[in-house]
């Protein structure tokens, strides 16, 4: 018996690394799953894994950033296996630049896969959810990059921000649906993230911390009806390890007695927030702030 025994799972970017993994992770838990990947090669060989193994699944090849398609997909899910338990927002790109030196282009692309390729299948899913009565459960995936903000990725930070926020607003509107919905920041060793750090350290013998297929069992988890009680939560997850991130709060205030604020006044009361909330006032590298690291940053 797996957790998803039974339910029917979609998974957008599931050709390669960390979406790979949750989507065979996924059938080998019982589910019916529709791997969505641009590549046809690629997708169809996750598939073909996933059926050799025993279990069931599908190719679906549309760009999950675009409404048309992401309709599709949805429907292909329905249509192949009469109903839809579980949605996975994987697909993500990168292109790394500094702000002064990123195109437009470089810009959109990544605003345009994260961002849109989370509300074009999350809007179809919950919509039919809605409408249907059923209960269901979507998986986004956010990134420390959008959290604590990384050098270089401005774009990509940006997107993986938004899908922080946007994940926490669709769980409350669809809370009286019962539809939960919750986000990871995810950390392994793939293609895309080589792209972002440099070489990546591998991991120690016997067990690969930095694997992407140690993201998939906190997926699964959160697919499944066991963490219905969970939603509007951002997780980080990376090797053995589970963390659980508190959204922004206000650490400090000050105020002006009832008065509106002069420039001239506040310029000799900010420094009092910085220190009652223990925070420098200037520019941080937040992600040397990681419990984790996938390299050494300076």
Known sequence: MGLMDGKVAIVTGAGRGIGRGEAILLAREGASVVVNELDPDVGQSVVDEI???GGIAVLDTGDCSEADA??????HAIEEFGTLDALVNNAGILRDRTIAKMTPEEWDAVIKVHLRGHYAPTHVACAWWKDEGKPGHIVCTASSSGLLGNFGQANYGAAKAGIAAFSTIVAQEMARYGVTCNAIAPAARTRMTEGAYGEIKGGTEGFDFWHPD?????????????????????????GDTVELYRPFTSVAVVDNGGSAWAPSVLAGRVGELFDAGGIVPGAENMMAKLRYTMTTRA
């Open 70 to 75: 992401a309709e599709r997909l949805v429907h």
């Open 51 to 53: 059926r050799a193994a």
């Open 214 to 238: 140690n993201v998939a069992p906190m997926v699964v988890f959160l697919c499944s009806d066991a963490a219905g009680h969970i939603s509007g939560k951002v997780f980080g997850v990376q």
